[in-house]
């Protein structure tokens, strides 16, 4: 059974940092492209990050970039983002989610969500 | 503002059929067809329910249908359920730096 579990979300400053990860089990992680996407209290589904299966191609939304960076660890069968500079309009749930290996920009699997809170 | 446009709002009696659009541009759903739709049960996880344009992943009712016309993609549910009330947000690849764009979400009632 295919799982993405993150952890690493809670209650930051403004301009403070956080790492998010996401823990994979039950398919061959280092095989598929892996994305998070967030979802503001109340508003809907935003893109945030894509890094290829082996790592080398990595895209980012104009809202997050040069502040995030997603990374993973094949042999560890994770998935990150680092998170610098948070803002308040950083608070949302923030999802793992895999693309499917037959549909470009699909993602068939989600994790359950962790919670990032930027307040002062 | 979101990249794709949805209805903020559908409702449809049980047993009944039931239309979200999703319009975007050129640059993305009615460049490729790479447009897909995600069902959203509050407190809940996203759940693909179409994928490039029209196709169903294993275990997603036959009820649940997609097309695309220009750049407008549609997700049909026919013999609503209770269950189908939930959150529906289409996305598509866009050839923008973006990669992907969701659209604003559509929150479907069974009355």
């Known amino acids: 059974e295919v799982q993405l579990v993150e952890s690493g979300g809670g209650l930051v400053q403004p301009g403070g940092s956080l790492r998010l990860s996401c823990a994979a089990s039950g398919f061959t992680f280092s095989s598929y492209e892996m994305n998070w996407v967030r979802q503001a209290p109340g508003k809907g589904l935003e893109w945030v990050s894509y890094i290829s299966s082996s790592g080398s191609t990595i895209y980012y939304a104009d809202s997050v970039k040069g502040r995030f960076t997603i990374s993973r660890d094949n042999a560890k069968n994770s998935l990150y983002l680092q998170m610098n500079s948070l803002r308040a309009e950083d608070t949302a749930v923030y999802y793992c989610?895999?693309?499917?290996?037959?549909?470009?920009?699909?993602?068939?699997?989600w994790g359950q969500g962790t919670l990032v809170t930027v307040s002062s | 503002q979101s990249a794709l446009t949805q209805p903020a709002s559908v409702s449809g009696s049980p047993g009944q059929s039931i239309t979200i659009s999703c319009t975007g541009t050129?640059?993305?759903?009615?460049?490729?067809?790479?447009v897909s739709w995600y069902q959203q049960h509050p407190g809940k996880a996203p759940k693909l329910m179409i994928y490039?344009?029209?196709n169903r992943p294993s275990g997603v009712p036959d009820r649940f249908s997609g097309s695309k016309s220009g750049n407008t993609a549609s997700l049909t549910i026919s013999g609503l359920q209770a269950e189908d009330e939930a959150d529906y947000y289409c996305s598509s690849y866009t050839s923008s730096s973006t990669l992907v764009v969701f659209g604003g979400g559509t929150k479907l009632t069974v009355l």
């Open positions: 490039e344009v029209s």
């Open positions: 050129s640059s993305d759903v009615g460049g490729y067809n790479y």
């Open positions: 989610a895999r693309v499917m290996d037959t549909a470009m920009v699909t993602f068939d699997y």
